[in-house]
Nanobody
Protein backbone atom coordinates (compact mmCIF):
# COMPACT_ATOMS: atom_id res chain seq x y z
CA UNK A 1 0.00 0.00 0.00
CA UNK A 2 1.16 3.50 -0.83
CA UNK A 3 2.24 5.66 2.08
CA UNK A 4 2.75 9.41 1.95
CA UNK A 5 4.60 11.50 4.52
CA UNK A 6 4.66 15.29 4.30
CA UNK A 7 7.30 17.49 5.83
CA UNK A 8 8.50 21.08 5.75
CA UNK A 9 5.54 22.95 7.20
CA UNK A 10 6.36 25.70 9.70
CA UNK A 11 5.71 29.27 10.74
CA UNK A 12 6.88 31.77 8.13
CA UNK A 13 6.57 35.54 7.83
CA UNK A 14 4.42 37.11 5.13
CA UNK A 15 6.35 37.46 1.91
CA UNK A 16 8.55 34.51 2.68
CA UNK A 17 9.02 31.19 0.94
CA UNK A 18 8.73 27.57 1.96
CA UNK A 19 9.20 24.19 0.31
CA UNK A 20 7.09 21.21 1.32
CA UNK A 21 8.10 17.62 0.64
CA UNK A 22 6.10 14.42 0.32
CA UNK A 23 7.96 11.13 0.57
CA UNK A 24 6.29 8.26 -1.32
CA UNK A 25 6.72 4.60 -0.39
CA UNK A 26 4.98 1.43 -1.55
CA UNK A 27 4.60 2.73 -5.08
CA UNK A 28 6.22 4.86 -7.74
CA UNK A 29 5.64 8.60 -7.74
CA UNK A 30 5.87 8.45 -11.52
CA UNK A 31 2.93 6.05 -11.89
CA UNK A 32 0.49 8.07 -9.77
CA UNK A 33 -1.16 11.38 -10.25
CA UNK A 34 0.21 13.33 -7.30
CA UNK A 35 -1.35 16.41 -5.76
CA UNK A 36 -1.29 18.94 -2.97
CA UNK A 37 -4.48 20.02 -1.25
CA UNK A 38 -4.92 22.39 1.68
CA UNK A 39 -7.57 22.98 4.29
CA UNK A 40 -8.01 25.82 6.74
CA UNK A 41 -10.46 25.71 9.68
CA UNK A 42 -14.01 26.30 8.49
CA UNK A 43 -13.07 25.90 4.83
CA UNK A 44 -13.46 23.11 2.32
CA UNK A 45 -10.43 21.21 1.21
CA UNK A 46 -8.91 23.17 -1.64
CA UNK A 47 -6.96 21.92 -4.64
CA UNK A 48 -3.51 23.49 -4.81
CA UNK A 49 -1.55 21.73 -7.54
CA UNK A 50 -1.04 18.36 -9.19
CA UNK A 51 1.23 16.46 -11.55
CA UNK A 52 -0.37 13.89 -13.83
CA UNK A 53 0.67 10.26 -13.83
CA UNK A 54 3.56 9.32 -16.12
CA UNK A 55 3.50 12.51 -18.17
CA UNK A 56 4.21 14.79 -15.23
CA UNK A 57 2.06 17.55 -16.71
CA UNK A 58 1.10 20.05 -14.02
CA UNK A 59 -2.07 21.86 -13.06
CA UNK A 60 -2.62 24.63 -10.50
CA UNK A 61 -5.47 26.05 -8.53
CA UNK A 62 -6.38 29.60 -9.48
CA UNK A 63 -5.47 30.97 -6.07
CA UNK A 64 -1.84 29.84 -6.27
CA UNK A 65 -1.00 30.04 -9.96
CA UNK A 66 2.19 31.98 -10.55
CA UNK A 67 3.35 31.77 -6.93
CA UNK A 68 3.52 28.02 -6.18
CA UNK A 69 5.37 25.37 -8.14
CA UNK A 70 4.82 21.61 -7.94
CA UNK A 71 7.61 19.24 -8.90
CA UNK A 72 8.75 15.64 -8.49
CA UNK A 73 12.02 13.85 -8.20
CA UNK A 74 11.01 10.36 -9.30
CA UNK A 75 14.46 8.95 -8.56
CA UNK A 76 13.92 9.97 -4.93
CA UNK A 77 10.18 9.17 -4.98
CA UNK A 78 9.47 12.61 -3.60
CA UNK A 79 6.92 15.29 -4.44
CA UNK A 80 7.59 18.96 -3.69
CA UNK A 81 5.64 22.17 -3.40
CA UNK A 82 7.62 25.39 -3.63
CA UNK A 83 5.62 28.26 -2.16
CA UNK A 84 6.73 31.83 -2.77
CA UNK A 85 5.35 35.21 -1.74
CA UNK A 86 3.36 33.65 1.06
CA UNK A 87 0.47 35.57 2.60
CA UNK A 88 -1.66 34.83 5.69
CA UNK A 89 -4.39 33.41 3.45
CA UNK A 90 -2.11 30.48 2.71
CA UNK A 91 -2.28 29.35 6.34
CA UNK A 92 -3.65 25.80 6.30
CA UNK A 93 -2.83 22.15 6.72
CA UNK A 94 -1.28 20.96 3.48
CA UNK A 95 -1.91 17.39 2.36
CA UNK A 96 -0.14 15.22 -0.17
CA UNK A 97 -2.31 12.80 -2.16
CA UNK A 98 -1.91 10.08 -4.81
CA UNK A 99 -4.41 8.73 -7.34
CA UNK A 100 -4.08 5.68 -9.55
CA UNK A 101 -6.99 6.40 -11.89
CA UNK A 102 -7.43 10.14 -12.10
CA UNK A 103 -8.32 11.65 -15.45
CA UNK A 104 -6.96 14.96 -16.65
CA UNK A 105 -10.23 16.70 -15.82
CA UNK A 106 -10.88 14.99 -12.48
CA UNK A 107 -7.50 15.51 -10.85
CA UNK A 108 -8.66 18.64 -9.01
CA UNK A 109 -11.24 16.64 -7.04
CA UNK A 110 -10.25 15.34 -3.63
CA UNK A 111 -12.53 12.31 -3.92
CA UNK A 112 -10.45 10.96 -6.81
CA UNK A 113 -7.41 10.35 -4.63
CA UNK A 114 -6.75 6.96 -3.07
CA UNK A 115 -3.95 7.81 -0.65
CA UNK A 116 -3.36 10.73 1.68
CA UNK A 117 -0.65 11.87 4.01
CA UNK A 118 -1.28 13.14 7.53
CA UNK A 119 -0.72 16.75 6.56
CA UNK A 120 1.77 19.42 7.53
CA UNK A 121 0.85 22.77 9.07
CA UNK A 122 1.85 25.97 7.31
CA UNK A 123 1.29 29.21 9.21
CA UNK A 124 1.98 32.60 7.63
CA UNK A 125 2.22 35.51 10.05
CA UNK A 126 1.51 39.16 9.27
Amino acid sequence: QVQLVESGGRLVAAGGSLRLSCAVSGGSSRAYTMAWFRQAPGNEREFVASTFRNSGSTQYGNSVKGRFTISKDNAKNTLYLQMNSLQPGATAVYYCAAAGRATWSSQTRADVYDYWGQGTQVTVSS
